[in-house]
């Protein structure tokens, strides 16, 4: 009785997410000004668009080989169901502000895949810095190709300056894991004990930056996760007949990076758009092309964001008869 109790409350709490994700989906898409996209679409090449929204769908794929990368040796996961964590966590990421993406992400690769908070808080700790390694090869190489607007100088120097600072700080953990037994060992009040045990296993398994296949794989992983979505905006550009060069590209995809590293509203809404229309206006184009461009890009970046995990919310969690059979924890397999 209690069980079926538990069963139907669970049920109902993913109803009223579903619900909440679709009253999420009309709010954004409600938002954009259809009027001016209209006026460019007597122009634009849906062949191109979906390349685009393919493109910004393989960054789930490429991110969910990614974590598997950075999951500790000891515990397997099946490739279908991360995909299913990272779409559900880039859905939740751009519905709902700030960081509740993660937090879901965590709680879900904690119990799903068994490894506890502390594993899935250092495999968000390694997603972060393969980020933050992306991001700064971005800007570094813009810095080199092209010259930058005013407003977005200022802003690369708080980025990169978080990001090194980032880079230290994960660094200094992982490779001073051992000292925090010192610690465990000096201090014998309980709370304390548990406090430098979490830190101390969470430290012990940023294994990436320690191991260097693991490492270069991440980063590599990180570096195409870019590669697909400068690709996606290139589409942007061939569907609406834009010619420019090479390095627009790269300076837009900066832009974004810029302007998204701290969400202030669910999916970024208007400040994405912001910056790739003054981009494309310091590019020379016209403010009702550049406007286009910018509401299609974010457009075909939300589609698969949101749509993919909205989905597998639909189909897991609502359909009992899709739900796939729950999954062993692989150390007591053994």
Sequence with gaps: MTSALKSKKKRLLYVIAWVVASACIYLAVDKFQWESVLAELKTVSFFWLSLAVFGNFSILILSALQWLNFLPRDFHFGFRKMVEIIALMVMTSNTVPFLAGHALAVVLLAKRANVGH??????IALDQFAEGFAKLSLFLLVVVLTPIPDWMQQGLLVALTAILLLFAMLYFFAFRHRHF????????????????????????????????RIFVIGMGLALAMKGAEALAILAIQKSFGVELPLWSIFLVLASISLITM?????????????????????????????LGLALMQHLCLLA?????????????NIYPRH????????????
């Design 304 to 316: 698969p964001n949101i749509g993919t995990g909205y989905l597998f919310l639909l189909f897991r």
């Design 262 to 290: 701290v969400p202030v509203a669910p999916g970024n809404l208007g400040v994405y758009e912001a910056a790739v229309f003054f981009v494309y206006q310091y590019l020379g184009l016209p403010p009702e092309q550049a």
């Design 118 to 123: 502390a594993v899935a808080l250092s495999v």
């Design 323 to 334: 739900r796939p059979p729950a999954e062993e924890d692989p150390r007591k397999a053994k």
């Design 181 to 212: 037994k010192v610690f465990m060992g000096r201090k014998s009040h309980p709370r304390w004990y548990k406090v430098w045990h979490f830190i101390s296993r969470w430290a012990h398994h940023l294994e990436g930056l320690r191991n260097p």
